[in-house]
């Protein structure tokens, strides 16, 4: 109705309530007429069954059919009776005539037509009471009526009426009531029907003739009341389309003639006001044709303006490349050197001043590498990877680093990963490092007493990445609120710690905030004065496809003490055993030890971890006279320090071995077995390697180029290499190196990236057409360049890795031993050195296959060894096939894919060379330069096939 005009309406308003009443009042008429109808019908049913049934009485009385029959015949005669019938008290028929009667509902008594009889007998008095009845068939299309015949003799009271249902009284009669027999009369409704029919036919024309009469009349009158209304709306339509001009016939009276001489006067101002309106429009586009003249002019003066901005920032840009550059050099000359001079013998006061000069270098270091990183992070250049990360060692490495510092202090320095976390995710391993290195040394900076604990737990997980939540929690003086607030803006500090040790720039929480939010996760800090401080960080991390658990070695039913008062460290280390199989006793206090040692023997080993306050005290001498007198076993001593002679000082105390807190799981691990079951604790190192020895020519026959325009970083990279036995050359520019390589073949190229006459990055392209699908030299990047020395520039130049300086030497024998193998010289001892260097390039290269390595990983199973390997070839076989035919379709993600997997195969079964030339391929592929990456296909093929035949060679001897 709301959409209706206002015609329909009035009409609505006027037609329903008619409507209703004249179909009530045609409904009443009819429902009246239906029951006089019925009403008539009964009547006249009644009445012949009340004429027919005395007239009977004589003829059942005396059993006088031929009597009873003449009465049918003419009771049948009469209209609308379609069967008559007489029958006895017995139930016999006695006359009869029309059809049978049909199926009827049970008869119920006629209204007011109650009969009470009595009949004289001597000698008997009973009352019968007998009525007439009724009953309808089941089709409605006849009505059976029923009356009793009773004996002559009988005295009704009152003949009662059947419109008006009286109660007769009662009249006593000496003898009793007896029933002769029942007539029974069936009267057909059809006439009736019809009548009702013609009787609703006709009400119902009638008023239908009504209604429609009436409807035209009031639609006639409602369009003459609505036609002036109607012209309003028509010319409100036009005012609202813009028609100002339309004007409506001032012909109405009353309210409608007030409201055309409104609208109109309504127009005539729409009028003029639009009028108006245009003139202040013309004036408005005056005045801004002037002000986009005048902004079309600042535009200009912003756009040179702009240009002059990108000049400058190319400017800064090439300001902080050049002071990378310029600072980074030298500082790599002091610390390298620093760290030499600390290794020769030197008096107290000279170690000194060496320990300052390198902390001084260091925390420069650190403030310029928190600068470059922020203008990174600002700048919008910083790119993460997205390569495996395995967490404990990630963890451990941060702790590793910290540990001296916090050992100082006297601090306890722990992690706890709770098993639900994955040893391998995938994600920015360098920047992750960096934040926990930021975090933990920032709490062990303000903690003067207590621990350090540094957990890893699991956040959330969906089917392809998982959130990890890492926290840092110390003991130390706390935040207050206003320190709180600051504590994550630029160049700001928090003055928390009452001896004023602040120091830095200030940019570390910040970096460390937008690296966390680079890394879709978010930082939160908790602290109060006095109860230390809690720093957590998210980070979302895919997961790892090539993850493989290592098998740990099953030490089933042997016994272990343990001895821990840091509750915490006590809880990861009985975690860790535990985990081994080992049955563990732990204890936290010196009371419970010595009760754990007088009443219980049997100990395989003690795991003895000494408090950080007391290293070296007369009470730790104790505790260690007390495990290793009491125990007779194996006695591990974990210590809250670095430095080897107070190691070896509890070596000299009795205990079996000793090992810096906090201890990596995996030489733990090592070195638990190796007392337990006698093997060499090299076998379970992380790299292979004894624990705690530093091999001082695991380098020998390894031929290095070091390519390096800087006297200072040259020398001391040519030095810290040959002291571990590698044959170096040098080159101070990028033609000289050039001429290095046609000449020679190297092992190992260190190329620095900006030199004279030629860069290394043009060096190394030029280094790589001239190999076209030969051997594979590996270039390693040296760069003092922060913001433009990022890992793809460089793969996408040719090189393999990139070091940044100041070179550190352990990350230098990392990167050599990473792309040349690991230890071979050395692994074979110092007395083959010779032979190790007369020995054929190819030797040399990353080994084919690593068998003993293959062992370690299926706990000593040759059999499952040489299945995994079987394995690897015959999947392999179709590798070059389907590589060449993804290039082919320039499918480079699949190739991408092919590689990542045969590179996580080949790291199982020890294959290195497969490997490493897998991951070459993988990376050239993410490059997207097909050129190299099909020579990096030809390569690898190359080195499966040498993995054949080294399986075969081996199958052979075996």
Known sequence: ???????????????????????????????????????????RGAALVRQLAPASEYGVFAGNEAFLLSL?????????????????????????????FRAHDVPSP??????????????VSSDAPASLSYATSQ??????????????????????????????????????????????????????????DRLLRSSLLVTLSLLTVTIVALSWQVGRVTQPVR??????????????????????????????KSLNAIAARQQQEQKNVRQQVDRATLSLRETLETME?????????????????????????????????????????????LKTPLDEEQQSHAQTIKRSGESLLRIVNDILDFSKIESGNLELENVDILLRDCVEDVLELMAPNAHEKGLELVYVMYSDVPSVVRGDPVRLRQVLVNLVSNAVKFTDAGSVVVRIMREDETRSHMVVRFSVSDTGVGLSDEDRRRLFRAFSQAERNPAGKIGGTGLGLVICKKLVERMHGQIALESAQGKGTTVSFTV???????????????????????????????????????????????????????????????YDIAVLGLPAQEGNSAAARELVELVVQGCRCPVLALANTTEQSRLSALTRMGVSSALSKPVRIARLKGQVEYLLTGQPAATFAEDGSRPNAEPSADLVGIRVLVAEDNEVSRRLAAYLLESRGADVTVAVDGREALERLVDHSFDIVLMDVHMPEMDGATVTSMVRSAEQGGRHTPVIALTADALEGNRERFLAAGMDDYLSKPIDEGSLFAMVKKWVGVGRAGASGHGE??????????????????????????????????????????????????????????????????????????????????????????????????????????????????????????????
């Open 1 to 43: 109705m709301k959409s209706s005009g206002i015609k329909a309406r009035m009409l609505f308003v006027a037609l329903v309530p008619l409507v209703i009443l004249s179909l009530l009042l045609t409904g009443h008429h009819i429902r009246s007429r239906f029951r006089e109808l019925d009403k008539t019908f009964v009547e």
């Open 72 to 100: 049918v015949n003419t009771i049948i005669e009469e209209r609308d009776v379609r069967a008559v019938e007489i029958v006895d008290s017995d139930g016999r028929i006695l006359a009869r005539n029309g059809p049978s």
């Open 110 to 123: 006629l209204p007011g037509t109650a009969i009470n009889v009595h009949i004289d007998r001597p000698g």
């Open 139 to 196: 089709d409605g299309l006849s009505m059976i009526f029923q009356a009793p015949v009773l004996q002559n003799q009988y005295i009704v009271d009152e003949f009662g009426d059947f419109n008006k249902a009286e109660q007769f009284p009662d009249s006593e009669i000496n003898p009793s009531t007896v029933e002769l027999g029942r007539v029974r009369v069936e009267l057909s409704r059809t006439s009736t029907l019809l009548q009702k």
């Open 231 to 260: 012209r309003l709306s028509a010319a409100a339509r036009k005012l609202k389309q813009g028609e100002l001009t339309a004007r409506l016939a001032e012909t109405s009276g009353g309210e409608l003639g007030t409201l055309e």
């Open 297 to 341: 002019i600042q535009n200009a003066q912003l756009a040179l303006a702009k240009k002059e901005a990108l000049v400058a920032s190319d400017v800064k840009s090439e300001f902080l490349a050049s002071m990378s550059h310029e600072i980074r050099t030298p500082l790599n000359g002091i610390l390298g050197y620093t760290e030499l001079l």
């Open 540 to 602: 979302r991390c895919e997961k790892s496809r090539g993850a493989m658990q290592t098998p740990a070695p099953s030490l089933r039913g042997r016994r272990a003490l343990l001895f821990e008062a840091h509750p915490i460290t006590r809880l990861s280390l009985l975690e860790d055993l535990t985990a081994w199989g080992l049955k563990v006793l732990d204890t936290g206090d010196a009371r419970r030890l010595r009760e754990a040692v007088k009443t219980r023997t049997g």
């Open 833 to 958: 050195g010779t032979e190790a260097a007369a020995t054929s390039r190819d030797d040399r290269r990353p080994q084919v296959l690593d068998w003993e390595q293959t062992l370690r990983a299926t706990a000593g199973n040759e059999q499952l060894a040489s299945e995994l390997l079987g394995m690897l070839l015959q999947e392999t076989r179709v590798y070059p096939e389907k590589l060449q035919n993804a290039l082919e379709d320039e499918q480079l993600a699949v190739i991408v894919e092919l590689a990542h997997k045969l590179a996580g195969g080949a790291a199982h079964c020890a294959a290195q060379a497969v490997k490493a030339s897998a991951r070459r391929l993988e990376h050239a592929a993410q490059e997207g330069d097909t050129a190299l990456v099909s020579r990096r296909i030809a390569e690898l093929d190359g080195e499966l096939q040498r993995l054949r035949q080294a399986v075969s060679e081996r199958e052979s001897a075996a």
